[in-house]
C-alpha cells in the first residue's frame, strides 16, 4: 500500500498482518475505506487470495465493492465491471435471495461482498472482513463459520464502532485485551485521526482551505452534531456502563489468610524530625516487622513489585511478590503507608526491592508526587521499573488482563478487607474501569481509603507479566559524610550482595 494515500493509522491497520485482527475505531475515519485498498491488492496478486467482506445492510456492502473498484483504477490493476447478482438458498420451506457484489480481478482472485449470514462462508477460502461487527445480529454465528477458514490459512478482520457494553464484539474485545485470544487490536478515536491528519486529508478532497484555527472549529462542530452519542461514536466509549467492575466473590476467592499486610503511620510531626531521627526510626521498623517476611521469599522465583503513591491524603501501597511454578502471582508481602515523608518512603522501597530474589520487574504509579519515587527507583533498578502515567486508555487496556487473571485463579493477595473493599471502588465509567474521583471506602482505622491496594494489584499484575529479566550492576560508593549516608551504603552494599 502506498503510504501517501493513506493516513498513519490507516497505514498501521495495513501493515498489520495477524490472522486475525480487531479495528475498533471513530465514526467516518475510512476505516473500511482503506480496507478497501488492502483487499484490492490482495485480490490483484498471483499469489493473493479471495476477499469475501460482510456487512449488515447491502448499501455498506455495495459501497466496498465500489471503493475496491476505485482502488483498482489508482494502481491500475486489471478488474472487472462491479457484477451484481442473486444466489438464492433454501430457508425452512421458503427459498429466499440476497444480493451479491463481486469484482474479479485477472490473478483469479474476488472480491465478494455479500450479506452477513453465516452460510454465506460455507466452502469458502480468503479474507474475511467483517464491517460493523458490533451491529451484526449472530456475531458468535458467523466467527464459528469464518474460523473455519482459518484452517488453511485464511485471516478475519473485524473493524466496527461499539454498540454498547452488552455486546458480543465488545465481550470478544475484552477477552482479547486480558490476553485470553492471541488475536491483535487496534483502537483509533476521533482526536486520533485528526492528530493523523484526519481533516487536513479531507481539505484536500474537498478543495477546502487547511488552518488549525478551521480544525479545532470542525471538530467541536462535529462534537455538537454527534451530541449525547459523541462518547461511543467519537471516542471509542461503550454505553451502558456502569456498576463494580470486580465482584466481591470473585476478590474473596483470590484471598490468602497466610498473606501479611503491614502498615505504618506517623503523625505531622514525625516529619520534621532530623533526617537521621526519621531514618533511624524507619529502619528499626523495616528490621523488626518487615526483615523477617522478605527472608521467607523463595530464592528460586522471580518477584516484582507494584505500587500507587501517596503522600498525605491516600495511602501509599506496595505490593510485592513471586511469581510461582504454576504461574499464579503471589503477594507475598503488602505494605500500606499514611503519612510517611517522601525520604523514608524512599528508604522502604530500597530495603524491600533490594532484598528482593531475582528481582525482575516493577510497574510504579508516576502520576503527581509519585513522580518523584519512580524516579529514583528508575535511576537505581534501571529498566526494570516501568512508571505508570496511567490514563482512560491504560486503565482499560490493563484492568481487563488483571481480572482475567483472577478469574483464572492465577493471582493471590492477602486476606483483608481494606484490601476487598478497595477493589469494589472499581467502577466500570462509560465502558472504562476505573476510581471515581470522589469514591471513598472507610478502613479498619476509620480513616479514608481511595481504592490504593486495586491500584497496587493492577500494577503487580502488570509488573510480573511483562517481559524483562534481571540484570548485574557494579555499585559505586561515594564517601560517607553523615551517619544516615552510612545507613544507606550498608543497605546498598546488602542490595549488591543480593544481586550477584
Not at 486503565?395 to 493477595?413: S, V
Amino acid at each position: 500500500m502506498t503510504d501517501s494515500l493513506l493516513l498513519p493509522y490507516q497505514q498501521r491497520w495495513c501493515a498489520d498482518h495477524s490472522g486475525f485482527k480487531l479495528w475498533s475505531k471513530s465514526r467516518r475515519i475510512g476505516a473500511s475505506w482503506s480496507e478497501a485498498g488492502d483487499a484490492a491488492l490482495l485480490a490483484a496478486a498471483t499469489k493473493g487470495s479471495d476477499v469475501f467482506y460482510l456487512a449488515y445492510e447491502k448499501e455498506m456492502t455495495r459501497q466496498f465493492v465500489m471503493d475496491a473498484a476505485e482502488w483498482a483504477k489508482v494502481y491500475s490493476l486489471a478488474a472487472s465491471e462491479i457484477e451484481e447478482s442473486e444466489e438464492v438458498f433454501r430457508q425452512g420451506d421458503e427459498d429466499k435471495a440476497v444480493q451479491v457484489f463481486r469484482i474479479w480481478f485477472n490473478s483469479g482472485h474476488r472480491i465478494e461482498a455479500l450479506s452477513s449470514t453465516p452460510r454465506n462462508l460455507r466452502s469458502k477460502q480468503g479474507r474475511v472482513i467483517i464491517d460493523e461487527a458490533a451491529f451484526h445480529d449472530d456475531l458468535p454465528e458467523l466467527l464459528k463459520a469464518a474460523k473455519a477458514l482459518r484452517l488453511w490459512g485464511s485471516t478475519i478482520h473485524l473493524i466496527t464502532t461499539y454498540n454498547g457494553l452488552d455486546n458480543d464484539y465488545y465481550e470478544l474485545e475484552q477477552q482479547v485485551l486480558a490476553g485470553k485470544f492471541p488475536y491483535s487490536r487496534h483502537l483509533t478515536t476521533f482526536r486520533q485521526a485528526v492528530a493523523d491528519g484526519l481533516y487536513k486529508r479531507i481539505c484536500l478532497v474537498k478543495g477546502w482551505d487547511w488552518s488549525k484555527q478551521a480544525e479545532a472549529e470542525w471538530v467541536d462542530q462535529t462534537y455538537e452534531e454527534f451530541g449525547d452519542d459523541a462518547g461511543e461514536e467519537l471516542d471509542c466509549v461503550p454505553r451502558q456502563g456502569g456498576g463494580r467492575y470486580f465482584s466481591r466473590v470473585l476478590v474473596e476467592s483470590c484471598m490468602d489468610p497466610q498473606l501479611p499486610v503491614l502498615r505504618w503511620e506517623q503523625p505531622d510531626s514525625f516529619a520534621l524530625q532530623s533526617d537521621e531521627a526519621r531514618y533511624q526510626a524507619c529502619n528499626e521498623w523495616l528490621m523488626r516487622e518487615v526483615l523477617p517476611i522478605l527472608d521467607t521469599f523463595d530464592p528460586g522465583l522471580k518477584s516484582a513489585y507494584g505500587s500507587d503513591f501517596a503522600r498525605s491524603a491516600d495511602l501509599s501501597v506496595f505490593f510485592f511478590g513471586q511469581e510461582e511454578a504454576n504461574l499464579t502471582r503471589r503477594v507475598r508481602l503488602a505494605i500500606e503507608l499514611r503519612n510517611i515523608p517522601f525520604r523514608q518512603q524512599e528508604q522502604i522501597l530500597f530495603f524491600c526491592a533490594d532484598r528482593l530474589p531475582r528481582f525482575i520487574s516493577a510497574a510504579m504509579d508516576a502520576r503527581g508526587n509519585g513522580q518523584y519515587l519512580a524516579e529514583v527507583a528508575l535511576q537505581r533498578y534501571g529498566s526494570r521499573v516501568e512508571a505508570v502515567m496511567a490514563t482512560d486508555t491504560f486503565y482499560a487496556e490493563t484492568f481487563p488482563k488483571y481480572r482475567a487473571g483472577m478469574q483464572d485463579r492465577k493471582f493471590q493477595i492477602p486476606a483483608d478487607t481494606d484490601l476487598l473493599d478497595d477493589h469494589g471502588l472499581v467502577e466500570l465509567i462509560q465502558g472504562i474501569p476505573k476510581i471515581p474521583n470522589e469514591r471513598r471506602s472507610k478502613g479498619k482505622d476509620g480513616k479514608a481509603r481511595h481504592g490504593d491496594g486495586a491500584i497496587a494489584g493492577l500494577l503487580f499484575w502488570r509488573a510480573s507479566t511483562r517481559p524483562t529479566a534481571p540484570i548485574e550492576f557494579d555499585l559505586i560508593l561515594q564517601p560517607a559524610t553523615t551517619s544516615v549516608d552510612l545507613f544507606k551504603q550498608n543497605d546498598l552494599r546488602h542490595s549488591e550482595q543480593a544481586f550477584r
